[in-house]
């Protein structure tokens, strides 16, 4: 049971939202710079065994460039693909004070675009999304398929990225406030719990209290090439989540391989990155992402391996969203973190954990550190 003064802590940093995440707010400068900006949301559903992510992004906001525009994206059902293209910038809109963002393709009384009640989002918006940390709404129909999908959920943030009841910190640490590295990354939301709905093609989800996870990127270069791992649904622990990331991307005038071990696990948040931990990995072009990190306090040991064939996503790139990045949310992951004496910690194991490989070349395994 939780104590007094926890609660108190849970109303204070939580519910009333007093904390907040780095780099939570919109990012373009207004300038005409190529620049992107992507949001991603996640749901688990552990009855189920199903997972849907959404995916947001806008590309040259200033709009009138080759690649102006904005997307919807949803990886759902048994990792179903849907996809609907949003090109008129002036329907979208962002915070640059707080995590806020809407696109709409079409509307019913011609209004700017802005976070509605949601009880009234779908008599105004004919087609689009709204998103906030405690809220992601939105309908998209491929009109040649017919597919469609609606959601909307509330979610009660928990976790950001940083020990729980703290500051936040950002993701890429203290160096992702100046423009040195390309892109930013940032988890936003590493444990929350959501509440709602989602209809995929007339199948109707509907939950309560189930894992939650969003995160965003920006910026004006593209990484060449990454992996991802992610998961906050395990079966031996509720409060336990993993986010996972190596990529190559640009520092000045050269690119250098990165990596970064994110856990939080009962309030408390365990990091492993380039500047405090031996890092090391070899991931596989696909089916297989084996990672360590050690520091001098803990060794924290992940593997993650999938029969899918999984589905291809849009990504930004220079050329705009192309399909350079392939996902599962139906991956098997393995996690066990030890201390530096070796006395094992922790140990937990899901069924539903996010595994992705992203841009190129994936011709032989990627190996670091070893």
Same mark, same amino acid.
């Given at each position: 049971m939780k104590s007094e003064n926890y609660l108190f802590l849970e109303k204070l940093f939580v519910k009333d939202k007093l904390w907040k995440t780095p780099h939570s707010s919109y990012h373009?400068?207004?300038t005409s710079r190529r620049f992107f900006e992507g949001w991603y949301y996640r749901v688990t559903l552990p009855k189920q065994g199903q997972s849907f992510a959404f995916m947001y992004s806008i590309d040259d906001p200033i709009g009138e460039k080759y690649y102006s525009g904005g997307a919807a994206q949803v990886l759902g059902e048994n990792n179903q693909y849907l996809y609907r293209l949003f090109p008129d910038v002036k329907k979208f809109w962002a915070s640059q004070k707080e995590l806020a963002l809407c696109h709409w393709k079409q509307n019913n009384f011609n209004r700017k675009p802005q976070i509605l009640e949601p009880s009234i989002f779908p008599e105004i918006v004919t087609e689009g999304y709204q998103a906030?940390?405690?809220? =992601?709404?939105?309908?998209?129909k491929d009109p040649t398929t017919n597919n469609y999908c609606r959601w909307c959920y509330?979610?009660?943030p928990i976790d950001?990225?940083?020990?729980r009841f703290f500051p936040q910190q950002a993701t890429a640490g203290w160096l992702s406030f100046l423009p040195i590295f390309d892109p930013g990354w940032q988890v936003l939301m590493a444990q929350g719990w959501a509440t709602g709905y989602i209809d995929w093609n007339g199948n109707k989800y509907e939950f309560k209290d189930v894992p939650a996870?969003?995160?965003k990127n920006w910026g004006h270069s593209f990484p060449s090439k990454w992996?991802?791992?992610n998961c906050n649904s395990f079966k031996e622990e509720l409060e336990l989540s993993l986010t996972v990331a190596g990529g190559i991307r640009q520092v000045f005038n050269w690119q250098e391989s990165v990596g970064i071990i994110g856990l939080h696990y009962q309030?408390?948040?365990?990091?492993?990155?380039?500047? =405090?931990s031996q890092l090391s990995w070899q991931i596989k072009p696909w089916g297989s992402w084996m990672m360590e990190g050690r520091n001098t306090d803990f060794l924290i040991k992940i593997e993650g391996k999938t029969e899918d064939i999984g589905n291809y996503v849009r990504v930004p790139t220079a050329e705009g969203l192309q399909f350079l990045c392939r996902d599962t949310t139906q991956g098997n992951l393995s996690l066990e973190l030890y201390d530096n004496e070796g006395k094992l910690i922790l140990k937990a194991t899901s069924s539903l954990g996010g595994l992705e490989i992203g841009g190129s070349p994936w011709e032989q395994d990627w190996i670091y550190g070893k």
């Open positions: 373009w400068d207004g906030t940390p405690t809220l =992601n709404q939105g309908y998209i509330d979610i009660n950001g990225w940083g020990n996870y969003s995160e992996f991802w791992i309030g408390k948040f365990y990091e492993f990155t380039r500047e =405090n």
